[in-house]
């Protein structure tokens, strides 16, 4: 019964793309009057209302088919964009820099899930002192996001980026340059140095470079990590980050 309903969509599927190319020689050839197309698809839609199985099947295997080929191209991205995720010199490190796992996070200072999960990833910098924490800035939620953004990278300069990036992190409200400004202060940056910083073309660069990198793995929001080969878009909880630097370790 199987191999019949693969046999029957398989030439129908055949019949009819190669009847609707235009163009093509065959098509020329093979057309069907107007009585014969009405035969053919009400023989076909009494054979799917008879076996709508066949419609499951056949949506499952495109299902199927879809995930394996986003997979495809995930794995050739990362592949690809290897040292740009690894070995920017412009983005900021945590952890240990010589570390031999890679968790790769992008980031929006707006975004509350990414607040959320800095504690699982502070708990895992202190359960493994070999993994190094590379932080992408990713600022997708509208003007705040991306002035604070600037402000963290221009940090960067007077070597206080990662105490501005926690202070960033546990900050409340809606991000302007007033508010910024008080925050880099509390830290002990100097504001008058950062804002010039933050107009940089070192600044405009790196974050370029981010975003365009953020497209090319055809990341859709934050938080969004990458440990070893995978991509974990969304929240990821310590015991997933545990499990996932584990396999990649296993890899190396």
Known sequence: MMFRIRLFVAVFAF???????????????????????????????????KNPEVLVEAMTELRTRQQLAEKDELNKALAKNRSALLNDPKTPVAGNPQGDVSVVEFYDYSCPYCKSVEDN?????????????????????????????????????????LEFHEALMTARGQFTEESLMR??????????????????SSVESALAANMALAEDLNLRGTPAFVIGDRLFPGVIDLKAMKQAVAEARKKK
Not at 131 to 136: A, D, E, N
């Open 183 to 200: 925050v880099a202060k509390s830290v002990g940056l100097d504001t008058a140095r950062l804002k010039a910083d933050m107009e940089s």
């Open 121 to 161: 990833l502070k708990a895992l910098l202190k359960a493994d002192d070999k993994v190094r924490l590379v932080l992408k800035e990713f600022p997708v939620l509208g003007t705040g996001s991306t002035l604070a953004a600037k402000a963290a990278l221009a940090s960067q300069a007077q070597g206080k980026f």
């Open 15 to 49: 019949v009819t793309a190669v009847c609707c190319l235009p163009g093509s020689g065959f098509a020329e050839t093979a057309t069907f009057s107007a009585s014969q197309k009405s035969e053919i698809e009400h023989l076909v839609r009494n054979y799917l209302v």
